[in-house]
């Protein structure tokens, strides 16, 4: 099953603009990563954020995490059109590391 | 380096028949994770190895999935009498150790039974 679900669940935009995607989930976490994946196959890893932290940075990627909230947010910034994909959160207990994914968000980036 | 492989990278089979799916991990990776994706859905956990021994394979969904890893590196998800709807995509992931919390996945298997 999955744990939460991100929002919305498709977002269209122009190159330039910025692309924000939510997350909220229901159980307690260790951390909290956010995937990109394209065409549906491989994921790529983002970036990860620990339930301690309330923001993080990586390049043009902004996470926040309020863990009282159980919601996380995704900020691209200045979007490309390869940017198109889908994201997806995914948390993670403390321990083996399980990963218990979103629905997902798909992103469309126009040119 | 070279990433996390499966083969094949689709697979056509008929209902009833039995399926291999084959994951190689990072080289060095002890921890090696199973997840399917169905259509319009995030991936959900399978079954995690660390080493040769399956440590949680509470995600398996009934007895006719299993998988193995007999030397610790690559790892075969076996599905018996296959079912329209195990009809997805399975990923393979890996980790270099037990509680590191990236995940590389692999490109998936796409499987598809008529």
């Not at chain 1, 269209?12 to 989930?25: D, H, L, V, W």
């Not at chain 2, 921890?31 to 398996?60: C, H, K, V």
């Not at chain 2, 998800?77 to 195990?86: A, N, P, S, V």
């Amino acid at each position: 099953s999955q744990q939460g679900e991100e929002d919305p669940q498709a977002l269209s935009i122009q190159e330039g603009e910025n692309a924000t995607m939510n997350c909220s989930y229901k159980t307690s976490i260790n951390n909290l990563q956010w995937y990109r994946q394209n065409s549906g196959r491989g994921l790529v890893h983002l970036i990860l954020i620990r339930s301690n932290e309330r923001e993080k940075h990586s390049g043009r990627l902004r996470v926040t995490l309020d863990t009282s909230k159980k919601s996380s947010s995704l900020l691209i910034t200045a979007s490309r059109a390869a940017d198109t994909a889908s994201y997806f959160c995914a948390t993670g207990n403390t321990g083996f590391q399980k990963l218990v994914f979103g629905t997902g968000t798909r992103l469309l980036v126009s040119p | 380096g070279a990433g996390v492989s499966q083969t094949p990278s689709n697979k056509v089979t008929e209902k009833g028949k039995y399926v291999e799916l084959r994951c190689d991990p990072i080289s060095g990776h002890t921890a090696l994770y199973w997840y399917r994706q169905s259509l319009g859905q995030g991936p959900e956990f399978l079954i995690y190895f660390q080493g040769t021994g399956a440590a949680d394979d509470s995600g398996l969904p009934n007895d006719r999935f299993f998988a193995v890893r007999p030397e610790g590196s690559v790892s075969t998800l076996k599905i018996q009498r296959t079912e329209r709807g195990d009809s997805a995509v399975y990923l393979c992931a890996s980790s270099l150790v037990q509680g590191k919390e990236t995940q590389y996945f692999g490109p998936g298997t796409r499987l598809l039974v008529l």
